[in-house]
C-alpha cells in the first residue's frame, strides 16, 4: 500500500530526489520502464566518430608528412613538428591569438553579463530592446566582416570620422597594427556579445526570486545583490560561456580573413589564418595539419584548465540548500 | 553547342574520396603512382571527350566555348569537347585535388609560373617544347616575351590564351591641371609632381595597403628600374642568396622614403583594392600604378573619365639605374596547359596549335576587351574603339625586352606568403632593408 508521501515524492521530477524514488519502487516496478541502453548512443557515436575523430586522427597523421594535396604523400618525420617549433611566424601567431582570446574575454565577459542580467527582467521594454539587441546573432560572420569593412574604408567609409576619437588621424584604423588589433576585438565583440548575453539571460531567470526577496528583507543594496547573489548564482552560467568564448576566439577566422587578411604586416595573423596560408595558400598540407594539431591541443587544454579551476567539473549545483 | 558547365560537385566530392583513397594506400607505403602510362592516339582517328578547364566570366567563357566548337564542332572530328567552369575562388583548390585523379582534365587554364610549378615537377603538365621548337610557325605566333615569361626551367608547359596584363601608371589628367604639373617621365619628375600635390593637398599615388598585392607592384617595378631584370630571376632559384642584391636594399630605401615623402598618403595601408580605383577616378588621387585590366574597371564605372582626363604611361624610368625603361612587370597572360596524362593530348596540342592564334579567336578577345599575347595582331587592334589604349598595351608587351610574372605567381608557394607580409612591413615602416632581406632568407631556407 502507498502511502501518500510516497504519492507526493513520485509525481517530482526524477533529478530532484533520484535516491529515494528509488528505494520506494518495487523490483517489478523498474523492470517495466524502458531504460536507454547502449544502443541509442549508437548514432551519436557514429556521427562524431565519423565527423571528429576520424578526421582529427588523419590530421595528427598528416602531421607527420608533406603533401601537397595531389600524388604521394611523403613520410617526413618529425620535420615538420621540429620546423614548427623554430618557426618564428608560429610563435608570433600564437601570441596574437592568445592576446586576441584574453581580451576577447574580458570585454565580452562583463558586457554580456551586465546585459544579460539586465535584459532577464520583466519588463517589457527590456523585452523590446533585447529581442533588438539580439539581431547581430542572425548575421553570417561573412557578412559582418565586410559590412565593417566597407563602414572603415579612410575615404569612403566613417573611419576619418571616427579615427581621430581613438587618436588615429586620417581614419587609418585597420591599417595601423594596434588598430587592425582592437577591430578584430570589437567585431568579435559586437557580433558574440549578444549570444552570451542569451545565456547569462536564461540564467539569471532561474536564479529563485526568494534569494532577492530574503535580501531586501535585510536591507541589501543592489550592487550587494548583484555581487552576493547574482554572480555567485551565475557561476556555472559564467564557466559555460567562458569555455565557448574562448574556443570561439581561438578559432576565430572569417573575420580575420576578411576584415584585415592577417594584417596589416601580420599584426592580426591568428594561428588559424596561419594554418589556412599553409594549406590553402602554400599547399603545404602536412604542415598545416601540425599547426592545426597545436590549435586542438591548445583548445581542449585551455577549455580543460577553466572547467578545473572552476569547480564546474564537480558539478556542484548553486540552488544548493533551496 | 553545349552550354559550359560548373565542375559538378559530385565529382569534386569524387575527387576528395580518391585523395582519401590516396592518403589510406599511401599509409601503406604502396607505390602505385603511374605517370607514363597515359597512351597517345593519332590525332586523326581519335574518339573521346576532352575537358577543358577554364575559370568562370561571363565575357569569355563563350569566346573559348565558340573556339571550341570551330574546331571540334566538325565533320571529321569525333572528339568531343567540354567547357568546364569554376569561379576564381575556388579554382586552385579544386584543380589541386582533382589533378591526378581520374577526373582530370585534359586541357586547363593556369598562371603559369608557382600555379603549376608543382605540377610539372610531379609530371602532370605535358612539356610543349618540342611542339613548339619543331614547329616555328607555332612558336612564332605568340610575342616571345609573354611565351618565355610561362616558362618553367626552361622548358615550355603553357599556350597563352588570353589577354596580357602588364601594370602600368594611370593619370588623372584633370588633376594635374588644377595642381599645375605635367604627367612624369622620369623618376626625379615623378618625386616633384608627388610634392606637388601633396602641398595641394591631394594624395599624390592610390595605393591599397590593405591588399599587400598592390604594393608588391611597386617593388616590382622599383627593383627591376633599379638592378635590372636579373636581380629577381636569380631570387627565384630559391635559395634566399638573390635577396643579398644592393638592389633590393636601395628599394627598400627608396619605399620607406616614398612612404615618409607621403606619396601614398596617411591611410594607404586601410584602403582596399577595390576602394583604390575609385580615389583616382575621383580626384582624391592623381596617380596609380595598377594592371592594364583597371581601364576596363574605369569604363565600366566612369565612361566620361576615361573619355576627358584618363591618361596612362610606363613606369618612370630611374635615373643612373641599371634596368630598362621598357621592362615590364604583371600578369603576361593566362595560359592553357596540357595534362601529361590525357590519352588525347595530342588531339589537345592540335587544337591549342590552330586555335590560340587564329583571326577568328584574337578578333572575340579584343571585342571583349582582352589583348592577347599573339604576334602581329596590329591590324586587328586598328580602327578599334578603344584602339588608343590597346596599342600602347600591346606595344608596351611586345617590346618588353623583359616581362615579368608577378613575384608572387614566379616564386615557390610557401615564400610568397612571408614576402608579402615583409612587403607591407616595409610599406608600415616596420621593416629595414636589412630585415626586409633577413624575413625572406628565413622563408627561404
Same mark, same amino acid.
Given at each position: 500500500?502507498?502511502?501518500?508521501?510516497?504519492?507526493?515524492?513520485?509525481?517530482?521530477?526524477?533529478?530532484?530526489?533520484?535516491?529515494?524514488?528509488?528505494?520506494?519502487?518495487?523490483?517489478?516496478?523498474?523492470?517495466?520502464?524502458?531504460?536507454?541502453?547502449?544502443?541509442?548512443?549508437?548514432?551519436?557515436?557514429?556521427?562524431?566518430?565519423?565527423?571528429?575523430?576520424?578526421?582529427?586522427?588523419?590530421?595528427? /597523421?598528416?602531421?607527420?608528412?608533406?603533401?601537397?594535396?595531389?600524388?604521394?604523400?611523403?613520410?617526413?618525420?618529425?620535420?615538420?613538428?621540429?620546423?614548427?617549433?623554430?618557426?618564428?611566424?608560429?610563435?608570433?601567431?600564437?601570441?596574437?591569438?592568445?592576446?586576441?582570446?584574453?581580451?576577447?574575454?574580458?570585454?565580452?565577459?562583463?558586457?554580456?553579463?551586465?546585459?544579460?542580467?539586465?535584459?532577464?527582467?520583466?519588463?517589457?521594454?527590456?523585452?523590446?530592446?533585447?529581442?533588438?539587441?539580439?539581431?547581430?546573432?542572425?548575421?553570417?560572420?561573412?557578412?559582418?566582416?565586410?559590412?565593417?569593412?566597407?563602414?572603415?574604408?579612410?575615404?569612403?567609409?566613417?573611419?576619418?570620422?571616427?579615427?581621430?576619437?581613438?587618436?588615429?588621424?586620417?581614419?587609418?584604423?585597420?591599417?595601423?597594427?594596434?588598430?587592425?588589433?582592437?577591430?578584430?576585438?570589437?567585431?568579435?565583440?559586437?557580433?558574440?556579445?549578444?549570444?552570451?548575453?542569451?545565456?547569462?539571460?536564461?540564467?539569471?531567470?532561474?536564479?529563485?526570486? @526568494?534569494?532577492?526577496?530574503?535580501?531586501?528583507?535585510?536591507?541589501?543594496?543592489?550592487?550587494?545583490?548583484?555581487?552576493?547573489?547574482?554572480?555567485?548564482?551565475?557561476?556555472?552560467?559564467?564557466?559555460?560561456?567562458? @569555455?565557448?568564448?574562448?574556443?570561439?576566439?581561438?578559432?576565430?577566422?572569417?573575420? /580575420?580573413?576578411?576584415?584585415?587578411?592577417?594584417?596589416?604586416?601580420?599584426?592580426?595573423?591568428?594561428?588559424?589564418?596561419?594554418?589556412?596560408?599553409?594549406?590553402?595558400?602554400?599547399?603545404?598540407?602536412?604542415?598545416?595539419?601540425?599547426?592545426?594539431?597545436?590549435?586542438?591541443?591548445?583548445?581542449?587544454?585551455?577549455?580543460?584548465?577553466?572547467?578545473?579551476?572552476?569547480?564546474?567539473?564537480?558539478?556542484?549545483?548553486?540552488?544548493?540548500?533551496? | 553547342?553545349?552550354?559550359?558547365?560548373?565542375?559538378?560537385?559530385?565529382?569534386?566530392?569524387?575527387?576528395?574520396?580518391?585523395?582519401?583513397?590516396?592518403?589510406?594506400?599511401?599509409?601503406?607505403?604502396?607505390?602505385?603512382?603511374?605517370?607514363?602510362?597515359?597512351?597517345?592516339?593519332?590525332?586523326?582517328?581519335?574518339?573521346?571527350?576532352?575537358?577543358?578547364?577554364?575559370?568562370?566570366?561571363?565575357?569569355?567563357?563563350? &569566346?573559348?566555348?565558340?573556339?571550341?566548337?570551330?574546331?571540334?564542332?566538325?565533320?571529321?572530328?569525333?572528339?568531343?569537347?567540354?567547357?568546364?567552369?569554376?569561379?576564381?575562388?575556388?579554382?586552385?583548390?579544386?584543380?589541386?585535388?582533382?589533378?591526378?585523379?581520374?577526373?582530370?582534365?585534359?586541357?586547363?587554364?593556369?598562371?603559369?609560373?608557382?600555379?603549376?610549378?608543382?605540377?610539372?615537377?610531379?609530371?602532370? &603538365?605535358?612539356?610543349?617544347?618540342?611542339?613548339?621548337?619543331?614547329?616555328?610557325?607555332?612558336?612564332?605566333?605568340?610575342?616571345?616575351?609573354?611565351?618565355?615569361?610561362?616558362?618553367?626551367?626552361?622548358?615550355?608547359?603553357?599556350?597563352?590564351?588570353?589577354?596580357?596584363?602588364?601594370?602600368?601608371?594611370?593619370?588623372?589628367?584633370?588633376?594635374?591641371?588644377?595642381?599645375?604639373?605635367?604627367?612624369?617621365?622620369?623618376?626625379?619628375?615623378?618625386?616633384?609632381?608627388?610634392?606637388?600635390?601633396?602641398?595641394?593637398?591631394?594624395?599624390?599615388?592610390?595605393?591599397?595597403?590593405?591588399?599587400?598585392?598592390?604594393?608588391?607592384?611597386?617593388?616590382?617595378?622599383?627593383?627591376?628600374?633599379?638592378?635590372?631584370?636579373?636581380?629577381?630571376?636569380?631570387?627565384?632559384?630559391?635559395?634566399?642568396?638573390?635577396?643579398?642584391?644592393?638592389?633590393?636594399?636601395?628599394?627598400?630605401?627608396?619605399?620607406?622614403?616614398?612612404?615618409?615623402?607621403?606619396?601614398?598618403?596617411?591611410?594607404?595601408?586601410?584602403?582596399?583594392?577595390?576602394?583604390?580605383?575609385?580615389?583616382?577616378?575621383?580626384?582624391?588621387?592623381?596617380?596609380?600604378?595598377?594592371?592594364?585590366?583597371?581601364?576596363?574597371?574605369?569604363?565600366?564605372?566612369?565612361?566620361?573619365?576615361?573619355?576627358?582626363?584618363?591618361?596612362?604611361?610606363?613606369?618612370?624610368?630611374?635615373?643612373?639605374?641599371?634596368?630598362?625603361?621598357?621592362? &615590364?612587370?604583371?600578369?603576361?597572360?593566362?595560359?592553357?596547359?596540357?595534362?601529361?596524362?590525357?590519352?588525347?593530348?595530342?588531339?589537345?596540342?592540335?587544337?591549342?596549335?590552330?586555335?590560340?592564334?587564329?583571326?577568328?579567336?584574337?578578333?572575340?578577345?579584343?571585342?571583349?576587351?582582352?589583348?592577347?599575347?599573339?604576334?602581329?595582331?596590329?591590324?586587328?587592334?586598328?580602327?578599334?574603339?578603344?584602339?588608343?589604349?590597346?596599342?600602347? &598595351?600591346?606595344?608596351?608587351?611586345?617590346?618588353?625586352?623583359?616581362?615579368?610574372?608577378?613575384?608572387?605567381?614566379?616564386?615557390?608557394?610557401?615564400?610568397?606568403?612571408?614576402?608579402?607580409?615583409?612587403?607591407?612591413?616595409?610599406?608600415?615602416?616596420?621593416?629595414?632593408?636589412?630585415?626586409?632581406?633577413?624575413?625572406?632568407?628565413?622563408?627561404?631556407?
Amino acid at each position: 500500500m502507498k502511502t501518500p508521501q510516497a504519492e507526493r515524492e513520485r509525481s517530482l521530477p526524477d533529478s530532484r530526489l533520484p535516491h529515494r524514488k528509488r528505494a520506494l519502487r518495487t523490483k517489478s516496478d523498474s523492470d517495466t520502464l524502458p531504460r536507454p541502453g547502449a544502443a541509442y548512443l549508437l548514432p551519436a557515436v557514429i556521427f562524431f566518430g565519423v565527423f571528429a575523430v576520424v578526421p582529427l586522427a588523419l590530421v595528427v /597523421v598528416l602531421s607527420f608528412s608533406s603533401w601537397p594535396g595531389f600524388g604521394e604523400i611523403q613520410w617526413t618525420g618529425l620535420d615538420n613538428w621540429e620546423r614548427l617549433l623554430g618557426d618564428s611566424r608560429v610563435w608570433e601567431s600564437t601570441r596574437i591569438t592568445l592576446m586576441l582570446t584574453a581580451l576577447g574575454w574580458l570585454t565580452q565577459t562583463p558586457m554580456a553579463l551586465l546585459i544579460g542580467v539586465w535584459a532577464a527582467g520583466p519588463q517589457r521594454n527590456r523585452a523590446v530592446l533585447s529581442s533588438i539587441f539580439f539581431l547581430p546573432l542572425l548575421l553570417s560572420s561573412a557578412a559582418i566582416a565586410v559590412l565593417f569593412h566597407r563602414f572603415l574604408d579612410p575615404n569612403y567609409g566613417m573611419a576619418r570620422e571616427l579615427g581621430p576619437l581613438f587618436g588615429l588621424p586620417d581614419g587609418n584604423i585597420i591599417g595601423s597594427s594596434q588598430g587592425a588589433f582592437i577591430t578584430i576585438v570589437f567585431v568579435s565583440g559586437w557580433q558574440w556579445i549578444p549570444f552570451h548575453t542569451l545565456l547569462y539571460q536564461a540564467g539569471a531567470r532561474n536564479i529563485p526570486t @526568494v534569494l532577492y526577496d530574503a535580501a531586501t528583507i535585510d536591507g541589501a543594496s543592489r550592487s550587494a545583490m548583484f555581487w552576493r547573489i547574482t554572480v555567485p548564482q551565475l557561476r556555472h552560467t559564467i564557466v559555460t560561456s567562458s @569555455v565557448i568564448m574562448v574556443v570561439g576566439s581561438l578559432i576565430t577566422f572569417e573575420t /580575420v580573413l576578411l576584415l584585415t587578411g592577417g594584417g596589416p604586416g601580420g599584426a592580426t595573423r591568428i594561428l588559424p589564418y596561419l594554418m589556412y596560408t599553409a594549406g590553402f595558400e602554400s599547399f603545404e598540407m602536412g604542415y598545416a595539419a601540425a599547426i592545426a594539431t597545436v590549435l586542438v591541443v591548445v583548445a581542449t587544454t585551455m577549455s580543460l584548465i577553466i572547467v578545473k579551476f572552476s569547480g564546474f567539473a564537480k558539478m556542484r549545483s548553486t540552488l544548493e540548500g533551496m | 553547342m553545349t552550354a559550359s558547365s560548373p565542375i559538378r560537385r559530385r565529382t569534386f566530392l569524387a575527387a576528395i574520396g580518391a585523395s582519401a583513397t590516396a592518403l589510406a594506400t599511401g599509409a601503406c607505403g604502396s607505390d602505385d603512382s603511374d605517370n607514363s602510362g597515359a597512351e597517345t592516339v593519332d590525332p586523326a582517328d581519335a574518339s573521346g571527350e576532352i575537358d577543358v578547364w577554364a575559370l568562370t566570366e561571363d565575357a569569355l567563357n563563350p &569566346v573559348s566555348q565558340d573556339s571550341l566548337d570551330r574546331f571540334f564542332h566538325t565533320e571529321e572530328s569525333n572528339v568531343t569537347a567540354n567547357l568546364i567552369t569554376e569561379s576564381n575562388d575556388s579554382y586552385r583548390d579544386v584543380l589541386q585535388t582533382i589533378i591526378d585523379t581520374d577526373q582530370r582534365p585534359d586541357i586547363f587554364f593556369n598562371w603559369g609560373g608557382g600555379s603549376i610549378r608543382s605540377y610539372v615537377q610531379a609530371g602532370l &603538365v605535358e612539356d610543349l617544347t618540342p611542339y613548339l621548337e619543331n614547329d616555328p610557325e607555332f612558336r612564332d605566333t605568340f610575342l616571345p616575351s609573354v611565351l618565355e615569361a610561362g616558362q618553367i626551367d626552361g622548358a615550355y608547359y603553357g599556350i597563352p590564351m588570353r589577354t596580357m596584363q602588364p601594370k602600368l601608371m594611370f593619370y588623372n589628367t584633370a588633376v594635374f591641371d588644377d595642381v599645375g604639373v605635367s604627367v612624369p617621365t622620369t623618376w626625379q619628375e615623378f618625386l616633384d609632381a608627388a610634392d606637388a600635390f601633396n602641398d595641394a593637398g591631394i594624395t599624390p599615388v592610390a595605393v591599397a595597403g590593405a591588399d599587400s598585392w598592390t604594393l608588391l607592384m611597386w617593388v616590382e617595378y622599383l627593383t627591376d628600374r633599379l638592378g635590372g631584370a636579373q636581380v629577381f630571376r636569380d631570387i627565384t632559384e630559391g635559395t634566399g642568396e638573390g635577396w643579398r642584391h644592393p638592389a633590393i636594399t636601395e628599394m627598400v630605401n627608396t619605399i620607406r622614403d616614398l612612404v615618409d615623402r607621403g606619396v601614398f598618403g596617411n591611410a594607404f595601408a586601410s584602403v582596399q583594392y577595390d576602394d583604390s580605383g575609385p580615389l583616382l577616378e575621383d580626384g582624391m588621387a592623381a596617380m596609380m600604378l595598377s594592371g592594364s585590366w583597371e581601364y576596363t574597371n574605369f569604363l565600366n564605372s566612369n565612361p566620361d573619365f576615361v573619355q576627358n582626363s584618363l591618361e596612362w604611361g610606363p613606369f618612370p624610368a630611374i635615373e643612373g639605374g641599371e634596368g630598362d625603361p621598357d621592362n &615590364v612587370a604583371g600578369n603576361p597572360t593566362n595560359y592553357f596547359s596540357v595534362h601529361a596524362n590525357s590519352p588525347l593530348k595530342e588531339v589537345a596540342i592540335e587544337y591549342l596549335k590552330q586555335e590560340m592564334g587564329s583571326d577568328e579567336y584574337v578578333q572575340d578577345l579584343l571585342d571583349i576587351g582582352d589583348i592577347p599575347a599573339v604576334a602581329d595582331i596590329e591590324p586587328l587592334i586598328e580602327g578599334h574603339e578603344h584602339e588608343e589604349y590597346f596599342s600602347f &598595351v600591346y606595344n608596351m608587351a611586345a617590346n618588353a625586352p623583359n616581362f615579368q610574372l608577378s613575384w608572387d605567381q614566379a616564386i615557390d608557394r610557401p615564400q610568397a606568403e612571408p614576402m608579402l607580409e615583409a612587403i607591407e612591413n616595409v610599406f608600415l615602416g616596420n621593416l629595414d632593408a636589412e630585415g626586409f632581406i633577413q624575413a625572406n632568407e628565413d622563408a627561404a631556407s
